[in-house]
């Protein structure tokens, strides 16, 4: 099983009140591998993905922004301290990238994705110090690539949202596969 105890109660409340014919069929005979596999399908829940691949947040950066549009920027304090902020801004960003050991980033983590969102956002590379944003306005094209959809099974499990950037997104309670001893168990209840 992968449900503790005190979660069989939700999952059986959510196979009891399931109305997709498909499902209901499945339910109507017993077939506890099969309802355990449509509950594994994605549902319609965002939430903030746990394991958010660093190759897709990547993809989601316009690293050319990074760029400052003037070839010859000026070399006066102005210029210098912009300059320095874009360079800080992506360098932290790629500690980021390469402190994590397995290649992804914990987006449930609040205070990683605002570290996240501050790197691709407030870019002052544009003509004359104009603010660009690599991740999209607000961060959205990064926040985005951070998140992914519940299985209909971790959508009985929601926890709170969270609002990184303009995307909100659910940091889930519970997060897995059910399988069908778990769908056994839940049924077994009274």
Do not use: C, H
């Not at 596999?37 to 746990?50: A, D, E, H, I, M």
């Amino acid at each position: 099983m992968n449900l503790d105890a005190s979660q069989l109660p939700a999952l059986r409340a959510a196979i009891d009140a399931e109305t997709d014919p498909e499902f209901v069929q499945m339910r109507d005979l017993g077939q506890s591998g099969l309802m355990a596999q449509w509950f594994n399908r994605p549902g319609s829940l965002t939430v903030w993905n746990s394991r958010a691949m660093w190759s897709d947040i990547q993809d989601a950066t316009d690293y050319a922004k990074y760029t400052p549009a003037v070839a010859n920027m000026p070399t006066d304090v102005a210029g210098t301290n912009r300059l320095l902020g874009v360079l800080i801004k992506l360098t932290v960003q790629q500690n980021m990238l390469l402190g994590s050991r397995d290649g992804y980033l914990d987006a449930r983590d609040a205070g990683a994705m605002d570290a996240l969102i501050d790197t691709v956002t407030g870019i002052q590379s544009g003509a004359g110090g104009a603010v660009t944003a690599p991740g999209g306005a607000s961060g959205v094209n990064v926040a985005t690539a951070a998140t992914r959809s519940a299985s209909r099974a971790e959508s009985i499990y929601p926890g709170a949202n969270m609002t990184k950037g303009t995307v909100t997104a659910n940091v889930l309670a519970w997060e897995g596969q059910i399988n069908e001893y778990d769908i056994g168990a839940a049924l077994a209840l009274p």
